[in-house]
């Protein structure tokens, strides 16, 4: 099993292109290698095979975190099922994950929601959708620096809060608030669940 994220940038059109789709580049770059792994196409949209599926909900909310620390934000959603068309653009690629990601992603507009998953299990997804729903009742408005703590926590989870602190030029106290008001202990508590629970699904 594999997992596909389909995104676009939220609002692009109002934005100055050339500076966001850089910095969409840079925060994709860390995913692997373009077009293979993760693709930005049509300007604003773009597309990350993440290959470990318990890894998919983080990745996503850590491009989302990256985006939100620069003002910006992303519409995505998860697939999850098999790659079946192995070719050089993942944007080219076919299978399950893609199908689900991608027909997923046509209706979150309409849904007005900012990220969702689909593994074709109607109650599974449906319990996990409705999670990454709450959570996304604050994670859709994280400031700058709430978003900035996430991304770094996200990207060094050995560190401390005082080791965090120096990395974002912050201190310790300070650290302690930002992640208290981007509720990051509960967005890593969710993330847990969801690994555990897709263990489960792709070993059934």
């Known amino acids: 099993m594999t997992s596909v994220i389909t995104g676009d940038i939220i609002g692009s059109r109002q934005q100055e292109s050339q500076h966001w789709v850089e910095d969409l580049k840079k925060i994709l770059a860390p995913f692997g290698k373009t077009p293979n792994q993760w693709e930005v196409y049509r300007g604003d949209e773009f597309q990350i095979e993440v290959s470990n599926p318990e890894d998919a909900l983080l990745t996503a909310i850590l491009v989302k975190a990256h985006l939100r620390a620069i003002k910006s934000d992303a519409r995505m959603s998860i697939g999850f099922g098999d790659k079946t068309h192995n070719v050089e653009r993942i944007s ?8 689900n990601s991608g027909e997923l992603f046509e209706t979150l507009k309409k849904q007005k929601v900012n990220l969702a998953l689909r593994t074709g299990d109607l109650d599974f997804d449906e319990k996990l959708n409705l999670m990454l729903q709450l959570t996304l ?3 859709d408005s994280w400031l700058v ?3 900035e703590f996430v991304a770094a926590a996200i990207e060094n989870p050995t560190l401390s809060q005082e080791e965090l602190g120096q990395k974002l030029g912050i201190n310790q106290a300070a650290v302690s608030r930002r992640q208290k008001r981007a509720q990051f202990d509960l967005v890593m508590n969710l993330d847990r669940y969801f690994r555990k629970q897709i263990k489960q699904y792709s070993a059934s």
């Open 92 to 99: 080219e690629s076919n299978g399950s994950a893609f199908i």
């Open 137 to 139: 009742t604050f994670m």
């Open 145 to 147: 620096q709430s978003a």
